[in-house]
């Protein structure tokens, strides 16, 4: 297992939309075991493979306290939604920003395991708003998106002044 590199807004590579896995072998395997490594040492609660800059429709996430509760979702596909949530969200690709972002409350989602076995999972809270924000990722979005112009623009700005500073 290694840590990968998280890439960090705005990198273009960010935006990129991922491609549906096809093939479920030992580097998909290795892919997501990579990936959690690297989300827990973070330390955050989910990771898509297009932060790692490996643009396939793969997710990680573990939302429970213990950090032992691995979620792995290959090719996810939201079959139903509803209810509102209001829980604010952060993201390991833009550090230190936190935003409440409008997303549904539960969560139906059909999905495939790391070897290749389709499941649904029924979610809510925060389980539910973390998958939504990592598929976000899987379509090249960045949760900041989702807020006004002027939003971002300070947000960018932030960042900016971060980078500027840490150099």
């Not at 590199?5 to 075991?33: G, M, Q, T, W």
């Not at 807020?147 to 623009?153: A, E, F, G, I, T």
Request: neutral net charge; glycine residues 4%; contains cysteine.
């Amino acid at each position: 297992m290694a840590i990968l590199n998280i890439l960090l807004y705005p990198d273009a590579r960010l935006h990129k939309v991922a491609e549906p896995v096809k093939v479920f072998d030992e580097s998909l395997k290795r892919l997501v075991s990579d990936m959690a490594q690297t989300m827990y040492a973070a330390p955050g609660i989910g990771l898509a493979a297009s932060q790692v800059d490996v643009h396939k429709q793969v997710i990680v996430v573990d939302v429970s306290e213990r950090r032992d509760s691995l979620v792995v979702l290959v090719n996810p596909e939201i079959l139903d939604a509803s209810g509102n949530s209001d829980i604010e969200e952060g993201c390991l690709s833009v550090p230190g920003i936190y935003h409440t972002i409008e997303r549904a409350e539960r969560l139906k989602v059909r999905a495939f395991d790391r070897n290749g076995n389709a499941f649904t999972l029924e979610s809510q809270g925060l389980l539910a708003v973390c998958i939504q924000h990592e598929m976000d990722h899987l379509r090249g979005k960045v949760f900041i998106e989702h807020l006004s112009q002027l939003k971002r623009q300070r947000i960018r700005a932030r960042i900016a002044k971060q980078l500027r500073q840490s150099a």
